[in-house]
């Protein structure tokens, strides 16, 4: 089975805003309310004000943290309908993944430098080496190498050092990709127009003028598919 996760976030345009969680979860993960991937390439004003916090962090580990009910079981109809088998729920599998702050360029007053944090994702963690291999060469890969690092714009959840990534692959910035330069994380490594040709230290540079002057370009999410 292809392990794409940006495809299951469409799936939550049927359901509220956060999904409820949980079948066999070690614990409850509150996906943030616009935890839903935007269908658009973001601005760098989408990252930067929609952020709670703004972060660079390494990967340490992923799994899974069990299932979320994006649409709840069609109630049996009363009444002349007989011999009637309402559909089952609709669920998604939920990831959880640890990443540790070794940078913060924008803080919710909650984090150091050191901290352990974590974001919560739909999608299904890949065990079998095939799954592994497909999830490589998909549009949001689960598994890295330890160490893996990324900028991140975060959006709190309920529980602190608990967060989504609204904007996906592209919400996880990878920090060293092809020729040492920035891009999304994506298998493809897509880079946008206002990372073309950044590294690391210039596109921190670039999201903390943003930071300091807006540039009002921003279109809040989720964005309305025309």
């Avoid at 940006?6 to 799936?11: F, G, N, P």
């Avoid at 509220?16 to 079948?23: E, I, K, N, T």
């Avoid at 998604?92 to 352990?116: F, H, P, R, Y």
């Amino acid at each position: 089975m292809r392990v794409q996760r940006a495809l299951i976030w469409i799936l939550a345009s049927l359901a509220v805003g956060s999904a409820l969680v949980v079948l066999l979860s070690p614990r409850e993960i509150d996906l943030p309310e616009s935890s839903a991937m935007v269908d658009r390439p973001p601005l760098l004003a989408d990252l930067v004000s929609s952020a709670s916090a703004i972060v660079v962090a390494a990967y340490q580990q992923a799994e899974s943290a069990g299932t979320a009910v994006l649409l709840s079981a069609v109630p049996t109809p009363t009444g002349s309908v007989t011999n009637y088998t309402p559909p089952p729920p609709l669920t998604t599998g939920l990831v959880e993944t640890e990443l540790v702050v070794s940078a913060i360029i924008k803080n919710d007053g909650t984090l150091t430098v050191g901290q352990s944090i974590t974001y919560g994702a739909h999608g299904t963690f890949p065990v079998a080496q095939e799954d592994v291999e497909l999830d490589a060469q998909s549009e949001w890969p689960i598994v890295w190498e330890e160490g893996t690092e990324f900028v991140l714009f975060l959006d709190e959840g309920s529980q602190t050092g608990e967060y989504g990534v609204p904007f996906g692959p592209c919400g996880q910035i990878l920090t060293v990709s092809t020729d040492n330069l920035i891009s999304c994380s994506d298998a493809a490594r897509t880079v946008l127009p206002f990372m073309s040709g950044l590294s690391k230290a210039a596109f921190i540079s670039t999201i903390e003028s943003e930071l300091t002057q807006p540039s009002g370009t921003a279109t809040w999410i989720p964005t309305p598919t025309p």
